[in-house]
């Protein structure tokens, strides 16, 4: 095929496609959000229903969704639309892309604030203020932090400026040179963690918290925020892969693209859990103290290792680009549609999409001073949004994603463009059947009917 199939550009190699999707689905969720969730969860059964999730229903889901995307080689709003019709089904289809650009937006408006918090830390533990602190010291500087709204309203305001400098400068350049260089340096840096955590006297505890299953402490709930956290970790079912996709060249693999990207991000989770459960039993803290833990527990290691402000600095400065990475996953697929279908240039569409997320993310902000009393459900603004996009809008998306992908794309097309060989009745067992039931299963048994 030709260049001219590209709107947007193109990657420059299978190993550029790998870093951008890695990038994508390696982010806050892996470091921040799966350990809370866990710890909220009860931990080890939890893990087991989200890594039953990643590989049964997002790794299909992956496949489907990436081969979409380089099947229809525009926005996913514009794929849907042009796929629909070479198979003769109803445009309608399109609508799903525009849920996945609302999801987009909505967990961008609250992910920049907590990339937020990441960047404030950069300053704070590697300023030296966490040296020897005290498990009550890092608590009180992290709920000094949740009471300002001013100071999370400046880090977030320059979280989305960040983000919004690269997307405006298009793929190749942007995202591939961010993602290549923070990677490795997060992986070593979570080993330093790793071996920390080994050292606390609460490994052991730690580690039997995250791995050994107690399925009595499982609901219905917590069975849906463990698939809703797989489509967030994995950055699925709301057109970031598929655009990423998209820009993929042909007869790159997408299975083997897909399942070293999830390897790598479930890696990355499970390391970080790894790290922080250790430093929580040692220092008898609360596991489900909610989204303040990697804040709350991290700088206390960074504060006893040598090294540790330098090392708390270097963390934090990669929690950041990897929060970075993902946030331009997030708000590609609006980007690529506002281009495409509004005539807007790359950098305005980023630059309006940037403003409007940044107006929402006040929202968040405030949802942890403030705000905090204003609920919805019983939810805070931050929860509601987190709620309605990792766990509603997500899932709903990879359904439709699976279903599109599974029955209505021609087996020839899906096959021609997989080229997976023996492999391929596997993975459209799984699209066709597995992932659409499974998300309705889990759906139903949350709404307490199964
Ligand atoms: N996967 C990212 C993370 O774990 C978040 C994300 C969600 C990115 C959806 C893109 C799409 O932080």
Not at 161 to 181: C, F, K, P
Not at 203 to 212: K, P, R, V
Request: charged residues 10%; glycine residues 12%; hydrophobic residues 55%.
């Amino acid at each position: 095929m030709t260049e001219q199939r590209f709107l947007h550009g193109q990657w420059s190699s299978r190993m550029a496609f790998i870093l951008a999707a890695s990038g994508s689905a390696i982010g806050l969720g892996n470091i921040w959000k799966f350990p809370y969730l866990a710890g909220d969860n009860g931990g080890g059964a939890f893990v087991i229903v989200y890594l039953l999730c990643v590989v049964a229903i997002g790794i299909p889901i992956m496949i489907a969704e990436t081969m979409l995307g380089r099947r229809g080689r525009q926005s996913p709003i514009n794929t849907m639309l042009s796929l629909a019709e070479e198979a003769k089904a109803s445009p309608h289809w399109h609508y799903a892309g525009w849920l996945g650009v609302t999801a987009g937006f909505l967990i961008l408006s609250y992910y920049s604030v907590i990339a937020g918090w990441s960047m404030a830390y950069i300053l704070k533990v590697g300023g030296g203020f966490m040296e020897h602190a005290s498990a009550a010291t890092a608590q009180s500087v992290f709920l000094e932090l949740k009471a300002s709204p001013d100071i999370q309203a400046i880090w977030h305001t320059a979280f989305m400026v960040a983000t919004m400098l690269i997307v405006s400068r298009g793929i190749n350049e942007g995202l591939e040179r961010a993602t290549r260089v923070m990677m490795p340096g997060l992986l070593i840096m979570l080993v330093v963690l790793d071996i920390y955590a080994m050292t606390t006297g609460g490994f052991g505890q730690g580690m039997a918290f995250l791995f050994e299953p107690d399925f009595s402490k499982l609901s219905g709930a917590s069975v849906l925020t463990a698939m809703g956290q797989a489509f967030f970790s994995l950055g699925l079912g709301m057109g970031s892969i598929m655009v990423y996709g998209s820009y993929l060249p042909d007869h790159v693999s997408i299975a083997k693209s897909s399942l070293v990207v999830a390897a790598a991000d479930t890696l990355v989770a499970l390391m970080a859990g790894a790290a922080i459960f250790p430093i929580v039993f040692a220092n008898q803290l609360e596991p489900g103290m909610g989204p303040g833990l990697i804040f709350e527990t991290l700088p206390i290691a960074f504060g006893k290792m040598p090294g540790g402000s330098l090392f708390g600095l270097v963390f934090f400065l990669l929690v950041f680009f990897a929060a970075i990475t993902s946030a331009i996953a997030l708000i590609e697929p609006a980007v690529a549609y506002l281009s495409e279908n509004r005539g807007l240039s790359r950098a305005a569409a980023a630059w309006w999409s940037g403003l409007v997320c940044w107006a929402l993310g006040l929202g968040t902000v405030f949802s942890f001073n403030a705000g905090s009393g204003a609920t919805w459900f019983g939810k805070n603004f931050f929860e509601l949004v987190d709620f309605l996009t990792a766990d509603i809008m997500l899932p709903v998306g990879g359904i439709l994603v699976a279903v599109f992908a599974g029955w209505i794309v021609k087996r020839e097309a899906s096959e021609a463009e997989l080229e997976m060989g023996g492999a391929y009745g596997l993975w459209r067992a799984l699209a066709r059947y597995v992932a659409p039931f499974g998300v309705g299963l889990v759906f139903l048994r949350a709404i307490g009917i199964l």
